[in-house]
């Protein structure tokens, strides 16, 4: 089945810098890469998502790009605030199974 | 997205019974899943509810300690039974909305003394 490798486990930024996180998946049929940010006692939220068919996408100051001959895609993030600092998941979806999450990694944003 | 509710939004359990979360959802969904996450850890998948038919479980998760019912397309409900402190944990809820994305209930805390 699929598995999702997801680094760093923890990241440390000073506000302003940029930060990004790196995720690998084994599957080749996995088509749907979504990111999710939990903040401290609350529910994951989707922030942004990409599908196999596209290399990049943008919202603001997030990014996400997919290298499906690598099988890795990461979130980018731009001039971090604090308001930034959650753990983000990744997440890989075979065709119509079910999500696979990475483990996760704690963003820290210093003011 | 969608507009998910959870009950309860937390509870302290003596070890032994069983609790049930409900999941409620504004709109008819196809799709409803319940997850496990640990302090500190990443989602994992308990089981997908399927309106009309028996969940389907994940390795590891199995129907007499997780039973779940589907009796509608806006409505689930998870139930722990012969809790453990091993159980403490947070139980969310989540739903697709299409066949990629997928949204989360605000979670159940669930501490077993």
């Known amino acids: 089945g699929e598995n999702v490798e997801q680094h760093p486990s923890t990241l440390s930024v000073q506000e302003g810098d940029s930060a990004v996180i790196k995720c690998t998946y084994s599957?080749?049929?996995?088509?749907?890469f979504p990111w999710y940010k939990q903040e401290l006692g609350k529910r994951p939220q989707l922030i942004i998502d990409i599908r196999s068919n596209v290399g990049e996408k943008k919202d603001q100051r997030i990014a996400v790009t997919l290298n499906k001959t690598a099988k890795h895609f990461s979130l980018h993030i731009t001039e971090t605030q604090p308001e930034d600092s959650a753990v983000y998941f990744c997440?890989?979806?075979?065709?119509?199974?079910?999500?696979?999450f990475g483990t996760g990694t704690r963003l820290l944003v210093s003011p | 997205s969608a507009v998910i509710s959870q009950k309860p939004s937390r509870d302290i359990c003596q070890r032994g019974t069983s609790l049930t979360i409900q999941c409620q959802v504004d709109s008819q969904v196809t799709m409803m899943f319940w997850y496990r996450q640990q302090p500190g850890q990443s989602l994992t998948l308990i089981a997908t509810?399927?309106?009309?038919?028996?969940?389907?479980?994940e390795s590891g998760f199995v129907i007499d300690k997780f039973p779940i019912s589907r009796p509608n397309l806006t409505f689930s409900t998870l139930t722990v039974s012969n809790m453990s402190p091993e159980d403490s944990s947070i139980y969310l809820c989540?739903?697709?909305?299409?066949?990629?994305?997928?949204?989360f209930g605000p979670g159940t805390r669930l501490t077993v003394t």
């Open positions: 989540s739903v697709a909305l299409s066949s990629y994305e997928q949204y």
């Open positions: 599957d080749s049929a996995s088509n749907y």
């Open positions: 509810a399927n309106q009309g038919s028996e969940a389907t479980y």
């Open positions: 997440a890989a979806k075979p065709g119509f199974q079910k999500l696979v």
